[in-house]
């Protein structure tokens, strides 16, 4: 049972997984940094405070919800403009060398495989 358990455990999907989450939830904090120390300053600057907490509908707390809207709007286009854009144009980039590289010598069983094929056919 714990030689299944280390197993599990020690699987490559696990550990990537792992990897993944704690390097994930740092970016994350940069992210929110990023959103609540220089971005939303930044729209204070220009167009006032850009705090809606006060804003109240009766009961109804709607400035922590515009707050939110609003941080989620920041968080989203960051993450855009800061991760997908580069990483797409990384993509594109490798796959255009992928594009143009002459494709790979087929094996030499295959070489005579198709010699083969070709002498068949002449004889038929």
Do not use: C
């Given at each position: 049972?714990?030689?299944?358990?280390?197993?599990?455990?020690?699987?490559?999907?696990?550990?990537?997984?792992?990897?993944?989450?704690?390097?994930?939830?740092?970016?994350?904090?940069?992210?929110?940094?990023?959103?609540?120390?220089?971005?939303?300053?930044?729209?204070?600057?220009?167009?006032?405070?850009?705090?809606?907490?006060?804003?109240?509908?009766?009961?109804?707390?709607?400035?922590?919800?515009?707050?939110?809207?609003?941080?989620?709007?920041?968080?989203?286009?960051a993450i855009y403009f800061l991760v997908?854009?580069?990483?797409?144009?990384?993509?594109?980039?490798?796959q255009k060398k992928a594009e143009t590289?002459?494709?790979?010598?087929?094996?030499?069983?295959?070489?005579?495989?198709?010699?083969?094929?070709?002498?068949?056919?002449?004889?038929?």
């Amino acid at each position: 049972m714990w030689k299944g358990l280390r197993d599990f455990l020690m699987r490559g999907n696990v550990v990537d997984l792992a990897v993944a989450v704690v390097v994930g939830t740092a970016f994350g904090q940069v992210v929110n940094s990023l959103v609540a120390d220089v971005i939303t300053p930044l729209i204070g600057a220009l167009g006032g405070a850009p705090d809606f907490s006060g804003i109240k509908l009766g009961p109804v707390a709607l400035g922590k919800f515009l707050n939110a809207l609003l941080n989620f709007l920041i968080v989203g286009t960051a993450i855009y403009f800061l991760v997908v854009v580069p990483m797409q144009a990384v993509q594109n980039r490798l796959q255009k060398k992928a594009e143009t590289a002459p494709p790979p010598e087929p094996p030499e069983e295959v070489r005579l495989l198709r010699e083969i094929l070709e002498e068949l056919r002449k004889k038929a």
